[in-house]
């Protein structure tokens, strides 16, 4: 493992602990779910895409962790993930709002999934191995892309791979109004890579089985 790979997981063990100290607000799924409408007008639509301000399938929120929701519904609100309109449904969300709805997606829908394999099935092909192992994506993610070393990571196995390559790129970009993301972790990780690169990886891990699901609103069926 190389410096600067222990660096980064150095600090993003330290960005964990920072996050274990700030003040929880009590998670209410049911409340959550009173809430969502506006969240299902396109999360609750299985494989619905995004045209703005990319093309890309909008990502599966059941099953995902909480406090992983929690920490990205905060980023779109504060900008430090740039996205129009996200920005604009997170502004109006309280705190408490936040942990609702985040509380909600993690439990909707997910009785019905089985638990991911441990190890990465089917193993990646050795070039997309070696690209893993550059970004030591595994080391914060988990050994299966579905068990990453604390909530506030995200479960990745079985996500859009066409999110996933956007999200990979957004951490890369910089000077865009409306495209990037702001995690001093991921930049440097994906700014390793060519975009080429950061695809392969995500049609990789978007193809592994997955704990993550969009459940379809009832209104949309």
């Known amino acids: 493992m190389t410096q600067a790979i222990r660096s980064l997981l150095a ?6 602990t920072l996050s274990l100290a700030a003040p929880a607000h009590a998670q209410d799924p049911a409340a959550g779910r009173q809430k969502a409408d506006t969240c299902m007008g396109c999360h609750g639509i299985q494989g619905y895409q995004a045209s703005f301000p990319e093309i890309y399938k909008v990502p599966k929120l059941s099953g995902q962790n909480t406090q ?11 900008g430090e993930r740039k996205h129009p309109t996200m920005h604009a449904v997170a502004s109006t969300l309280s705190d408490k709002d936040i942990a609702d709805l985040a509380a909600f997606f993690h439990q909707y829908g997910a009785a019905d999934i089985k638990p991911a394999p441990e190890t990465l099935t089917p193993p990646p092909s ?15 993610h988990g050994a299966n892309f579905s068990k990453p ?3 506030s990571y995200p479960k990745l196995a079985g996500q859009y791979a066409s999110y996933l390559a956007a999200a990979l790129k957004a951490y890369a970009t910089e000077g865009n109004p409306y495209v990037g993301r702001n995690n001093a972790i991921m930049s440097v990780q994906a700014k390793q890579f060519t975009h080429a690169e950061l695809e392969r990886i995500a049609d990789y891990v978007g193809s592994l089985p997955s704990e993550l ?5 009832p209104r949309f069926r």
Do not use: M, W
């Open 11 to 16: 600090l993003a063990v330290a960005v964990f």
């Open 68 to 78: 992983y929701l929690i920490n990205a519904l905060n980023e779109y609100k504060k």
């Open 126 to 140: 050795p070039a997309v191995a070696a690209l893993i192992t550059k970004g030591a994506c595994t080391s914060c």
């Open 149 to 151: 070393i604390d909530p």
């Open 213 to 217: 699901r969009t459940v379809q609103n």
